[in-house]
């Protein structure tokens, strides 16, 4: 009898607490730690896709006005420049995920649309399966909250 008061006195029976706390630990942190990879790399596609934009618009105001009938061969030229900058990304998923917008009125870019200026403003979308940004739904909300997509838009002056 007096052993097991000792074991008990001197914290013997806490074999199995480690493991215990690991277990209920070890969710949270691999939760934690697959946001902050996802999160990372949606901050870095987003930042990517803003430069990209700028560049394809610093590109297209310097060739100088474009006509209606040339609209699409310049959107297929800014589309290109886009995905020659985020080439780092898969080609595959990107084509599917990318569209490119010249001089048109939308909701997700304030810039108006003047005749002195360019406006380019892409959009990549995020909420078509991939197996870089797996995302968990959990019934009641998924993990990582994400936007349906990344909007980059930028406007210059025409150089003519």
């Known amino acids: 009898m007096g052993s097991r008061w000792q074991e008990l006195r001197s914290g013997g029976c806490q074999r199995g607490v480690s493991v215990l706390e690991l277990m209920l630990t ?47 061969v310049q959107q297929a030229r800014l589309r290109h420049v886009v995905e020659r900058q985020l ?20 909701t997700t870019c304030p810039t108006p649309v003047r005749s002195d200026r360019i406006k380019v403003e892409a959009a990549y979308a995020l909420r078509k399966p991939s197996w870089l940004v797996p995302v968990l ?6 993990i990582p909250p994400l936007p349906d997509t990344l ?8 150089r003519a």
């Open 26 to 72: 070890l969710p949270v942190l691999i939760v934690l730690a697959y946001g902050s990879l996802i999160y990372g790399y949606v901050f870095f596609l987003n930042r990517s896709l803003n430069d990209a934009v700028q560049k394809a618009t610093r590109l297209a105001a310097a060739t100088g006005p474009v006509s209606s009938e040339m609209l699409p």
């Open 87 to 106: 080439g780092w990304a898969d080609d595959r998923q990107q084509h599917q995920r990318l569209s490119i917008r010249v001089n048109q009125t939308s």
């Open 137 to 142: 739904n959990l019934g009641i909300s998924q």
């Open 151 to 158: 909007n980059a838009c930028a406007s210059e002056p025409i």
